[in-house]
Every structure is written in C-alpha cells, then in structure tokens.
C-alpha cells in the first residue's frame, strides 16, 4: 500500500529564505510522486511531477525537489521564498496499479515573513 | 491546456434537500474522474474514482447510495450529495486525468465547491 509522510504541518521562512518542504513516501512499485499547491478556497495546482525521468525535477514559480530513492524522499525546495508563496503544500503518492489512485499527504502550510 | 470546472463553486442548502455538483474538463477528453472531500485544515479525502460510462467505484466508508456518482460522457461528471446533513458540509473538489493531449499521468484538479449544509 502506498503512503506519504510530510514532516510538518507548519513551516515558517522569511522572505528571500530558502523554502524546504520534506515528504517521504512508501510504495511497492515505482512511484508517480508529486507537489500540488493549494491557496484558499481554491483546487489544487500541480508544482511538479516525477514519473521516473529525471531525479531532479524543476517546477512552476521556482520550485524543484529530487528524487531519492534510497531515502524514499521527494523534498519541495525553493531558493528564495516570495510573500506569494505562502499557501498548503501536498505531497502526493500515486501507481499505475488501482486505477492510478492519488494518496496525499497531510498538507504543509508555508508562512512567509517579510 | 487541461482545464477543470466545477460548478457551482459555492452551494448553501437546506437539511434534507439534495444538492448536485458538476465537473467538467474543458478542454480534453477524461477517461477518469476522482471526487475528493477535504474538511477545513486537513487533506484529501479520496471518495470514489469514476469511468467514464461505468459505476463509480466508492472508497471504503462513503456511502454510494448517499453521494451518487455519474460520469456520462468524457467530459462531464457529477456528485450529488441526497439528503444532505449539516455533516455533509465540507469542501469538494474532483480531479480527472486525460487521454491524448494532456499527461496521463497526471491528475488535473477543479476550483472546489463549498457546501454549507443548514
């Protein structure tokens, strides 16, 4: 079964600040992982997938995160954090096994300080 | 490229009444829906998983015969919540992956729709 773990609910940076939004995940097969970011009252936008290209993966509005497998690890990251980008972050787990069923993770909230 | 609507994005109904919910994708064509629910500060909650002119697949624990589920052509699908109850309120959002012209492997996610149940 898969799962994902998001170490913290709150993550708190100020502006210019390097973000780091840590998931790890647990899946039997090769994992589909990805970073959606949710603003309030609003859907989820995806940030950026991995599906076994590339480790690293560079995203929307700056964000990248790397693939570690031996860590089990899909980490968020961005250099230089801007007021904007304060929002829910989640970390998501899928397979093609299930009908390519999604399992989030609980969710980030990024604050930025200015 | 891959558009998702809901509509309507905002619902306030009665206790007992039912209450529909539209997803659309705009512009491709999706062989699968997903309905999720998220309470206030939390994640989601995958409900059920639809194809396209079959039966919804309900995840353990929502009730089917409460929140229907109808995907009747590649581009529509709806929820409606029967008898809905002050419980039922909570934020749903429906997400639907595509065939040709978008990523497969990637879900697309409408705005949400907010249910307040009186």
């Known amino acids: 079964a898969q799962s994902v773990t998001q170490l913290g609910s709150h993550v708190s940076v100020s502006e210019g600040a390097l973000v780091l939004l840590r998931c790890n995940y647990s899946?039997?097969?090769?994992?589909?992982l990805f970073w959606y970011v949710q603003y309030p009252n609003q859907g989820l936008q995806l940030l950026l997938k991995y599906t076994s290209a590339a480790t690293l993966v560079k995203g929307i509005n700056g964000f990248e995160a790397e693939f570690k497998k031996s860590e089990t690890s899909f980490h968020l990251t961005k250099p230089s954090a801007h007021m904007s980008d304060a929002a829910e972050y989640f970390c998501a787990v899928s397979d093609l096994t299930g009908g390519f069923k999604t399992i989030f993770g609980a969710g980030t909230r990024l604050f930025v300080k200015a | 490229g891959a558009v998702v609507s809901q509509h309507p994005s905002r619902v306030i109904c009665k206790s007992g009444t039912s209450v529909k919910i539209e997803c659309r994708s705009l512009?491709?064509?999706?062989?699968?829906m997903f309905w999720y629910r998220q309470f206030p500060k939390k994640s989601l909650m995958l409900m059920a998983t639809?194809?396209?002119?079959?039966?919804?697949?309900?995840e353990q624990g929502v009730e089917k015969d409460k929140f229907l589920i109808n995907h009747a052509s590649l581009t529509l699908s709806t929820l409606t919540v029967t008898s809905a109850h002050p419980e039922d309120s909570s934020f749903y959002i429906c997400?639907?992956?595509?065939?040709?012209?978008?990523?497969?492997?990637?879900?697309?996610f409408g705005p949400g729709t907010r249910l307040t149940v009186l």
């Open positions: 639809s194809n396209e002119g079959s039966k919804a697949t309900y």
């Open positions: 899946s039997s097969v090769p994992p589909y």
């Open positions: 512009d491709f064509q999706a062989t699968t």
């Open positions: 997400s639907a992956t595509g065939t040709s012209g978008t990523s497969t492997d990637t879900q697309y």
